[in-house]
């Protein structure tokens, strides 16, 4: 006969309700709430029987008792011929699944992962191990300049490198296309370049051959300007070249199409397409910048823009007149983007420097250089 499970609940009622025919016959006791300690949450144990449960415990937090143990475990999940030098996560991971676990297993996993030559020297470094930013801030255009290489590409009339130079606080952008890249064509380069924006305050270089020569020395001297070098292995400190040299790379490469060895002819309108665009840090375009207004296109041409209707005033005095407030106009529109870079790259350096690391070196300490 099968019940369920409310007719049992009303057996049972039922049956607590019925007179005890013993109850006078067995002796009244108390129920005992204490229990011996050693039968209180006994663990089962391998080993010697008379230690206590906690004893591992006990004598791992007193003297490190299974360290060396520990150790050798991770090393056979980070190192062994399946451990495939993963991260510490994945590490301790794989010794939970081989069913192993000690309090300090996530500690040891980092510690074992961090200090592991191999994969410090392989593994990359996210932007936590990363130093705070320090700006370049430029109080005059034209003052300082950034020069670069970019290059080697397939040979397009001759040519197999683009020497770029970006104005640091313009971010005007001037680039030769050009067959080698020694110290000859990078000096004749700065002398056109000094010809048309006047000699600048300071030049920043790698430290690359083509940059660091009696040659380019010679040419510095000759025109009074400082050469400064970035710090080695830290590309970081010509920024802004990199990232000129990224955007004319995107540019070229989405102009040219197939044809790569036409690039070349490709270079004079990417750099008209960099010049006329808008840079946040300085709040306009290098061509506004440098020239006081917008750059005319050919477009605007083709489909008569105002500019384009407008009669030619010949009245000196009201064109006088104009042309005065024109220069100042352009004395505050440079004020304004010095004062906006300054804002842009103070709230930039603010939100890297609260993502990284705090890390002190001291003088002696032994470190790996990132060469990235």
């Known amino acids: ?16 309700r019925l007179e005890n025919p013993y ?25 010697d029987s008379g230690a206590p449960w906690f004893a591992d415990f006990a004598n791992y937090h007193a003297g490190n008792f299974i360290v060396k143990e520990a150790l050798d475990i991770l090393e056979a999940c980070h190192n062994g ?6 991260g510490a996560n994945l590490t301790a991971k794989k010794a939970f699944d081989a069913g192993f676990f000690w309090p300090t297993i996530y500690k040891d996993a980092h510690e074992l992962v961090k200090n592991y030559d191999s994969c410090q020297r392989q593994g990359k470094i996210s932007q936590r191990d990363e130093m705070p930013q320090n700006s370049i801030q430029i109080c005059e255009i034209f003052d300082v300049w950034g020069i670069e290489f970019m290059g080697p590409f397939p040979s397009s009339r ?17 680039a030769k296309a050009l067959p080698t890249n020694d110290a000859r064509v990078v000096c004749k380069f ?22 660091c020569n009696d040659q380019f020395v010679k040419v510095m001297h000759k025109y009074g300007v400082t050469h400064r070098l970035s710090t080695a292995y830290h590309p ?11 955007g004319l790379k995107r540019i070229i490469e989405r102009t040219i199409g197939q044809n790569h060895a036409s690039w070349s002819d490709k270079l ?5 397409a960099f010049r006329i665009d808008y840079k946040t ?13 917008a750059c005319h296109l050919p477009i605007e041409l083709e489909h008569k823009a105002y500019w384009a209707l407008k009669q030619t005033n010949f009245d000196l005095s009201v064109v006088g007149d104009h042309r005065k407030i024109q220069l100042n106009e352009l004395n505050e529109l440079r004020d304004h983007s010095y004062e906006n870079s300054l804002i842009y790259k103070e709230k930039t350096k603010r939100i890297h420097d609260s993502k990284i690391k705090n890390r002190v070196f001291n003088v002696g300490d032994q470190v790996l250089l990132f060469n990235s």
């Open 158 to 174: 001759g040519n197999k490198y683009i020497l770029v130079a970006v104005n640091y606080l313009s971010k005007w952008v001037e």
């Open 23 to 47: 109850e006078n016959i067995l002796d009244p006791k108390e129920i005992n709430e204490t229990f011996p300690l050693e039968t209180l949450s006994m663990v089962t144990f391998r080993g």
């Open 281 to 293: 840090p300085i709040g306009c375009t290098p061509y506004k910048l440098v020239y006081g207004k």
């Open 1 to 16: 006969m099968s019940l369920t499970l409310k007719e049992l609940r009303t057996w049972a009622d039922h049956l607590s």
């Open 236 to 246: 970081q400190t010509s920024g802004l070249v990199e990232v000129s040299n990224r």
């Open 81 to 86: 011929p399946t451990g495939g030098h993963h």
């Open 190 to 211: 700065l002398k056109s370049l000094f010809a048309r924006f006047g000699a600048p305050r300071a030049i920043i270089s790698d430290r690359g051959t083509h940059f």
């Open 268 to 272: 004079d309108d990417a750099l008209w």
